[in-house]
């Protein structure tokens, strides 16, 4: 601020959050001439077509591949155009499987080269596939595996990467992809947009979409491609399994408990267990709790931790920052419990109850074993 | 061997808070700091360094005031440092980052290339492999341990959702690295003297030779069209009465939902 203005100094990079939050809406961008992102690649009709990356670790399809042929089905029927899958180092069996859940055509590749993943051949293959092709949509699971190799792909194609999204539409004016993902460590939600350049990429989060349609009798396409001149710099040379069992148990667990700061005390973990265990459940935690020290990282459910989808969720003295929340906002029934009336974690609650966990969770315990005892 | 580790100025996210009436970041107060998993980054860089010799170079683009952390890098140990900075710069997302970042590279004759493995501003995990890309050198994302390092080659264990993997890969490489990897040093009395004295080396958009259609807003694929809060859920049910009959209630749904 300056005489009563306000000054940009050196310290804006441009990010424009300013534009979107101020109060009176009098921020403008005003571009000059020669400023606008005019980086077009080829006419944006020309590119036409939504493809899913389908990836493959341990001998088989990544379940998020599904998810993806979900979202992608209904991007793909938005813009009346086929959804595609692209299997790299698999069999026709597989391929004909990703048909069955609702992808249009598949390109195979069974080369051998794939049999381990190594960035540079999955880069370039795909990178040749999409010049040929020209999709208008290409997607990823945001997993170790599309996070590093979709950013290649997308600076040989010098097009847009939108990582990590929560949500995906289509912009029917325009047939822009509406990309949201968490924003500043996850402390907000971001639209991302990709309005000159095509495809356009990203990569999704795990357990966000919901897996599309199964039908048996479902015909598609498989074309083979033809693995010609692919190499890699690097080489696997071992893999070892080293998975913790309670991150399996918070991926596929039904129900979680959950618990963050407001808990005061790594002893109110010990409850929550009473509570998971009486449920069937099991324990979760928020990246607060973890950083107290009062639970292992391996609880942990955020854009650091797990992203988890169990039938229901209970959070306890959990207030609900963001990257709490794009983990487990797509659970079922989401049952917050908090003392504050204000926390962010009652707008995404099914039921809220506003009070202390430890007069709520102990209630609760009795009323579900005099429940069971009946 | 010159090691060159990409760090970036962060604002530290663990800090910022919401306005609950406005849905805006509160960046008031917010302190600036090393992105942590560059922390991680630069140990790596020093104790290859320990090793097998070279200098290590850490390099940043933004605005002024990111030279301090190039400072701090420097009181870690590292030898030289190197800012992009350029107004022409702002605006940039990761494709122009990392062209951007590429530019400076290519003339450090770099043979292994450390970056973090995301910011946590951003998130995005993407200005190492698309710089590694645009160099046309491999990479390896999520090292949680460098296991040999020679003249022409290095080992890395990548960690993956499923384990690890034990990577091989022919230098110069670039890889991008996890918290699990080490223990970032503290600043000696001797790094701090030399982080006093050591001069910064500044770069503009003109001194990379970079192409103006690459950087910068205008280089951006990508553009932010808006930042809100998480919408509230659709299907709320407010409970009603004293704290023993909301549990009631809800005890009984939990029990129609046969979990109970």
Known sequence: MKEGKAVITEYCQLCRACLSVCPEGVIKEVLEEGQQPAAQNLPLHEYTGVWVFAERRGGKVASVAYELLGAGRRLADERNAQLSALLFGASDAEAQELIRWEADRVYLCTDPIFESYNDEPHADLLGLLIKEHRPEIVLAGATPIGRSFFPRVAAKLRTGLTADCTSLEIDRDTGNLLQVRPAFGGNIMATILCPYNRPQMATVRPRVMKRGRYDQNKTGDIIHIDAEGLFSRTKVVDTVKEVSETAVNLQEADIIVSGGRGLGDPKGFKILGELAEALGGTLGASRAAVDEGWIPYSHQVGQTGKTVCPKIYIACGISGAVQHLVGMQSSDIIIAINKNPDAPIFTVATYGIVGDVYEIVPMMIRKINEMKGR | ?260
Request: proline letters at 5%.
């Open chain 2, 1 to 260: 061997m010159n090691i060159v580790v990409c760090i970036k100025q962060v604002p530290d996210t663990s800090e910022v808070r919401i306005n609950p009436e406005t849905n805006t970041l509160i960046r008031e107060g917010v302190p600036s700091i090393i992105n942590p998993y560059d922390m991680h980054a630069i140990e790596a860089a020093l104790q290859i360094r320990e090793k097998a010799g070279g200098k290590v170079i850490v390099i940043t683009m933004g605005p002024p005031q990111a030279e301090s952390a190039l400072r701090d890098a420097v009181a870690m140990g590292a030898d030289e440092a190197v800012l992009l900075t350029d107004k022409a710069f702002a605006g940039s997302d990761t494709w122009a980052t990392s062209y951007t970042l590429f530019k400076a590279v290519e003339k450090l004759d770099a043979h292994i290339i450390i970056c973090g493995k995301q910011a946590i501003d951003g998130d995005t995990a993407q200005v190492g492999p698309e710089m590694a890309e645009f160099l046309n050198i491999p990479h390896v994302s999520y090292v949680r341990r460098i296991e040999d390092v020679s003249e022409g080659s290095i080992r890395l264990q990548r960690l993956m959702d499923d384990g690890y993997d034990i990577v091989e890969s022919s230098l110069p490489v670039l890889f991008t690295v996890v918290r699990e990897l080490n223990e970032p040093r503290l600043p000696s009395l001797k790094g701090k003297m030399a982080a006093k004295k050591v001069e910064i080396r500044k770069l503009s958009a003109v001194d990379l030779e970079a192409d103006a259609e690459k950087i910068g807003l205008k280089g951006s694929p990508t553009q932010v069209l808006k930042i809100f809060a998480p919408e509230a859920r659709k299907d709320r049910k407010i409970l009603e009465g004293s704290m023993e009959e909301q549990i009631d209630t809800l005890v009984h749904e939990l029990r129609s939902l046969k979990c109970v």
